[in-house]
């Protein structure tokens, strides 16, 4: 049997990233960093948390005991680590074109007693996707534990990327749509050094904490030219973290460069999952 074509700067296979991105809207690669990377990156994620909990507007609310902080690339050891691993080039070059963008570094934290979220994508869909069907932006994933059943798991509804809400909310489908997405729902167990990569428009969800552990992720938000999703962050590195980066990594990065790292003003606020919801029928 012929062996499938590769891309030969990265190594990965070009058809199989498009066709998961563009099918189920999603991908991911199993073990992709050593678990003791992930426990650093963890660790710097605790220190950053505790410190935007302490700054009024430093931790997003995403639902009940779930945040969210966008944070300055530099303030994690491994962020070089992750915007030049290969396969994360790959999947960037593949979907977005050779000039894609790193517009966002952040983090989730479901603590305990997080509630679901209601199905939803992270913003409205752009007409590059809705009339043009193509996808101008991803989202990476990264979980700093070992993901339960119990802990909250991220689920998606494969395939979603491309439904049309118009007439309704552009961002949350109306609850009568909801068991088409319970239907098609996968339920993501991630474990420590696995990395995903999504459409941000696949329908979606944060399950309920019922776990005494939080469980947080890194997310890095990667946009084609075309995109606009810098607007809603303020992704900003100091001028000698930015003159440190390799040339390749600078080139994707579209940030300010500052004298000292000012305070972030978090922009991507979604009103619809303050409350949480109720937890779906099919789940007990």
């Not at 062996?3 to 990233?17: C, E, F, L, S, W």
């Not at 994508?121 to 069907?133: E, K, Q, S, V, Y």
């Amino acid at each position: 049997m012929d062996q499938q074509p590769k891309n030969d700067a990265t190594g990965y296979d070009v058809a199989a990233i498009m066709g998961a991105l563009y099918g189920d809207g999603f991908t991911a690669l199993k073990g992709a960093f050593p678990r003791e990377w992930v426990a650093r990156l963890g660790e710097d994620i605790g220190v950053l948390f505790q410190e935007a909990l302490r700054q009024p507007g430093g931790a997003l609310p995403r639902g009940p005991n779930r945040f969210y902080v966008e944070v300055h690339p530099e303030r994690l050891s491994g962020f070089v680590d992750i915007v030049s691993h290969p396969w994360v080039v790959a999947v960037c070059s593949a979907i977005l074109g050779p000039d894609w963008k790193v517009v966002e570094a952040g983090f989730d934290v479901p603590g305990p007693g997080a509630l679901h979220q209601p199905w939803h994508r992270d913003f409205p869909t752009p007409a590059a996707t809705l009339t043009g069907r193509r996808l101008n932006s991803l989202a990476f994933n990264i979980t700093t534990v070992d993901v339960t059943e119990d802990m909250g798991p991220f689920e998606i509804a494969p395939g979603t990327q491309w439904d049309d809400l118009a007439g309704g909310d552009p961002m949350f489908p109306e609850p009568a749509l909801w068991p088409r997405y319970e239907a098609r729902a996968q339920r993501k167990l991630a474990q420590m050094g696995d990395i995903s990569a999504r459409s941000a428009l696949t329908i979606h969800r944060g399950t309920a904490n019922q776990s005494p552990k939080s469980r947080p992720v890194f997310v890095l938000g990667v946009d084609a030219p075309d995109a606009t999703n810098a607007a809603k962050h303020d992704l900003q590195v100091t001028r000698g973290y930015y003159d440190s980066l390799p040339e390749e990594i600078r080139r994707h990065l579209t940030c300010r460069v500052v004298d000292r790292l000012e305070f972030i003003v978090q922009e991507h606020t979604i009103e619809g999952l303050l409350m949480g919801a109720p937890p779906p029928r099919t789940m007990g």
